[in-house]
């Protein structure tokens, strides 16, 4: 079993649409939780912290439940320019972050 | 602010020839990572260097070998380039641990291997 597990989709929404991804880790000793953003062709870029008491950046909202290992990333109002792949990360006590294979999001007209 | 800097960007090798991808942070960071990227596969690291001087090993490190020669420098060499490392490479840095790990990376050195 791959450590970090992510739905690929891809999420196929339309403008204004929310949309809810979840990602499932394995270790329970993780401590630390993040989501990036990939676009297309180019480096991942960190999107937001994933707090233990969940946390909110704009239309952006980030949870985490360590009962049931998994971490989630909600998205209000999506826009075009959300179009983009989301990258789930999981990091314990040591230097190696584990990444998710990501899942794909496609915002449409 | 540069943050993370890849060169080149861009690369075509035939089986067999050698190349260093170059790395550099301004960040001061104290950890440094390299990692490929293939379709459908996410991000895999290879090699890994938690502080100046220190180098291990990640997940694929096979075909490669990395250098840590400063605490901005990363280098990544191939010593015989094979079709399966056709790939894109990612330089990444991190304030380990302040940051609880959060890496911020460069923008990429596409490979192809011929």
């Known amino acids: 079993r791959k450590e970090v597990e992510q739905d690929p989709g891809p999420f196929n929404v339309p403008e204004g649409a929310t949309v809810a991804f979840n990602c499932t880790y394995s270790?329970?000793?993780?401590?630390?939780f993040f989501w990036y953003r990939q676009d297309c062709r180019k480096e991942p870029k960190l999107l937001m912290s994933v707090y233990s008491s969940g946390n909110e950046d704009g239309r952006f909202t980030a949870q985490l439940n360590r009962a049931s290992q998994y971490i989630s990333l909600l998205i209000r109002d999506s826009k075009l320019s959300d179009s983009a792949t989301y990258l789930c990360v999981v990091s314990g006590g040591s230097y190696i972050p584990t990444f998710g294979r990501g899942t794909s999001l496609i915002v449409h007209p | 602010n540069a943050g993370v800097t890849q060169t080149p960007k861009f690369q075509v090798l035939k089986t067999g020839q050698s190349m260093t991808l170059q790395c550099a942070q301004d960040m001061n960071h104290n950890s440094m990572y390299w990692y490929r990227q293939d379709p459908g596969m996410g991000l895999r690291l290879i090699y890994y260097?938690?502080?100046?001087?220190?180098?291990d090993k990640g997940e694929v490190p096979n075909g490669y070998n990395v250098s840590r020669l400063n605490k901005r420098e990363f280098s990544l060499r191939l010593e015989s380039a094979a079709p399966s490392q056709t790939s894109v490479y990612f330089c990444a840095s991190s304030d380990q641990p302040k940051e609880g790990n959060i890496q911020y990376f460069g923008a990429g050195t596409r490979l192809s291997v011929l």
């Open positions: 270790n329970s000793a993780s401590q630390s």
């Open positions: 260097s938690a502080s100046e001087g220190t180098t």
